[in-house]
């Protein structure tokens, strides 16, 4: 068999090609061959699609909030806000007992997780008479899940932010719900600002990256 048959190649730059083709085939076969000595190929971290699933969760926009309430004070207000004029002020006197509702529809998605600011202060001495529980509920408003708790002995004076997964009610209209009680003596302010509920969708792309390796 003639060996150009086996090596095309060898064939292409036998034959009576010009003298620069065969050198620029030469250069093109040699820079292919160190590609991978050139470029360190990696994948990327996938990137998540997220959308908030509870508008209004700074309280600039008091829809979307049912408030419910011992006492006859404005428990959304502008009193201390951590982002733009308003927050929910909750309790702040003696035997307070507010709820804060929020009903929100959670898209069908591969991740969901709540986030609030919160913020106490406290004539209390650490206590822990006077609390902020955070909930799940359903659509009914049945607890379902305890997600936060915030006490009279909690840190003071200082805007804090938690999280809670609520994935196990991805599909599910729910309700999320703020509850703050006192005692009867030494008032506690509970104040929660930019809640949000993100629903995240894992996309299946991968990104590679070609990466030059370079040398000190
Ligand atoms: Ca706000
Ligand atoms: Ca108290």
Redesign the pocket.
């Known amino acids: 068999m003639d060996s150009s048959a086996r090596f095309p190649l060898r064939g292409f730059l036998r034959r009576s090609r010009p003298a620069w083709v065969r050198w620029a085939a030469v250069l093109a076969l040699v820079m292919l061959l160190a590609l991978p000595g050139l470029f360190l190929v990696a994948p990327a971290a996938r990137a998540d699609l997220c959308s908030n699933a509870l508008p209004n969760g700074g309280f600039e926009n008091p829809d979307g909030w049912a408030v419910q309430s011992a006492g006859s004070y404005a428990v959304i207000s502008d009193f201390w806000a951590r982002s733009g004029q308003y927050s929910a002020y909750l309790a702040g006197v003696?035997n307070a007992s507010d709820r804060l509702t929020a009903t929100v529809s959670l898209p069908q998605v591969d991740s969901i997780t709540l986030s609030f600011w919160w913020l106490m202060q406290?004539?209390?001495s650490g206590?822990g008479?006077?609390g902020l529980t955070v909930q799940v509920a359903d659509a009914n408003g049945n607890p379902l899940q305890v997600l936060a708790t915030v006490s009279?002995a909690s840190v003071s004076g200082v805007w804090q932010q938690a999280s809670a997964d609520l994935t196990a009610y991805a599909g599910q209209t729910v309700q999320i719900q703020f509850l703050a009680q006192?005692?009867?003596?030494?008032?506690?302010d509970f104040y929660v600002d930019d809640v949000e509920a993100s629903a995240c969708t894992a996309t299946d792309e991968t990104f590679w990256l070609f990466l030059p390796i370079t040398r000190r």
């Open positions: 003696d406290t004539e209390e206590t008479s006077d009279d006192t005692d009867d003596t030494l008032s506690t």
